[in-house]
Structures are given as structure tokens and as C-alpha cells.
């Protein structure tokens, strides 16, 4: 998609992550007239099921279904997500450009290691995005530090605030369909996952409620 500055960015380490957490809020953002952006941290290589090629084309399907302003990936390599001046640098410099108000992104004390890195990576770029000395010479202008919100998939965590998304749950449920190699499918001859059972979609649409 082509550049477009953000009113909320999505940023989840892996193709799907952000249509099974925030899609619907992102709907609900979006039909608000604010927009909405996301960032794939990572291409999802690593993933037991699909290809870097076939989950690039859903990534676009579910983009279109929530009405996103922009959909980018950052390319850093899957499962290998690090705190590093590097990573730190490369995201302020997509905060930067994008110029979110609000970032959306992993909880922390996430089980998954990239999960969890990018929720310290994303609350530290915030802040130093706003900081005109970090990363000047790359010649781009500061910005105000966006407001970062973490989201609680954990059923062990008690969330600050909860918005309502009953109005466009349908929808999200439609974008994470789209991730067709990562869900349930009779059909396929790949390994079986977590996400690939016939009451997962179900049981995340009840949670969802």
C-alpha cells in the first residue's frame, strides 16, 4: 500500500496477529474517520503453516477487508525479533514517517519472545521518536510521542479499558479468515496447529462478544 500518514498504527510481529487482537478496533477507528494503518513486524516464516509469498497476498486480503489506510511489513527476520539500537531505529524512523497518534501492540509478558520484544520495542520508539537528536542524521523531523496501548490477549490480565467492537465483529472475523493457510481448513495436508482446530475461530468469536 502506499505511504499514508496514521491516526492509530497497528504493530504486531506477525501477518495475522493484528486481525485476531485489534481488528475490530481498527474497524470501529475507521469508521470513527480516523486512520488506520498497520505494521507486520515480521513476514511470519517461521509459521508452521503457509508461505512468506501466500501470507504476504492475505495480509492484502485482510488489509482491504478492514479498510486500512496502509498495511506495511518491516522485515525483520521471524522468531529472531530483538531489542536493538538497530530494531529501535528502524521502528522510530516508521513512527516518524507514518505519524500515529495512538500505536496498538503485543501485551507484555507475552509467551512468544518476538510478542514480547516488540511491546518493549514499540513503548521505547515512542519516546525517542519525539527526541530530534536520536537518528539525525537520517534527515527526519521529530514527533510527538504517540500514546501506546497494549493489547490483552492473556485471560490471565486485567485490562484498563475494553472497547466495544459488537458492531464490527463480522468483519473481523472475516480479516482473520483471510489468513487462510494459518486457520482451519479440512482440506489441508499441513500440520496441525493450535489455530487449525475447527473451535478455535469459534471459541475467539465468543471471547470476542
Given at each position: ?39 507486520d513486524v515480521t513476514k511470519g516464516e517461521m509459521g508452521t503453516r503457509g508461505t512468506v509469498e501466500g501470507r504476504a497476498l492475505e ?89 501506546v496501548a497494549h493489547n490483552v490477549f492473556s485471560r490471565h490480565l486485567i485490562p484498563s479499558f475494553i472497547i466495544d467492537i459488537s ?28 489455530l487449525t482446530g475447527e473451535s478455535f475461530l469459534v471459541e475467539l468469536e465468543n471471547r470476542s462478544r
Amino acid at each position: 500500500m502506499l505511504m499514508s500518514e496514521t491516526d492509530v498504527l497497528a504493530v504486531f510481529a506477525h501477518p495475522d496477529d493484528m486481525e485476531l487482537t485489534v481488528g475490530g478496533t481498527l474497524l470501529k477507528m475507521k469508521s470513527l474517520s480516523y486512520k488506520t494503518g498497520a505494521l507486520d513486524v515480521t513476514k511470519g516464516e517461521m509459521g508452521t503453516r503457509g508461505t512468506v509469498e501466500g501470507r504476504a497476498l492475505e495480509a492484502i486480503e485482510a488489509a482491504r477487508i478492514l479498510k486500512l489506510d496502509v498495511r506495511e511489513n518491516l522485515g525483520l527476520p521471524d522468531g529472531h525479533v530483538w531489542v536493538t539500537e538497530e530494531t529501535r531505529t528502524n521502528l522510530v524512523r516508521v513512527l516518524r514517517r507514518l505519524k500515529p497518534k495512538v500505536v496498538l501492540t503485543h501485551q507484555f509478558d507475552d509467551p512468544h519472545p518476538d510478542h514480547n520484544h516488540i511491546a518493549q520495542l514499540v513503548r521505547e520508539a515512542a519516546r525517542l521518536a519525539s527526541m530530534q537528536k536520536y537518528d539525525f542524521d537520517f534527515g527526519q523531523q521529530r514527533t510527538g510521542s504517540p500514546i501506546v496501548a497494549h493489547n490483552v490477549f492473556s485471560r490471565h490480565l486485567i485490562p484498563s479499558f475494553i472497547i466495544d467492537i459488537s458492531e464490527f465483529l463480522e468483519e473481523k472475523m472475516k480479516a482473520i479468515a483471510a489468513h487462510t493457510s494459518q486457520f482451519y481448513n479440512p482440506n489441508s495436508k499441513e500440520l496441525e496447529t493450535r489455530l487449525t482446530g475447527e473451535s478455535f475461530l469459534v471459541e475467539l468469536e465468543n471471547r470476542s462478544r
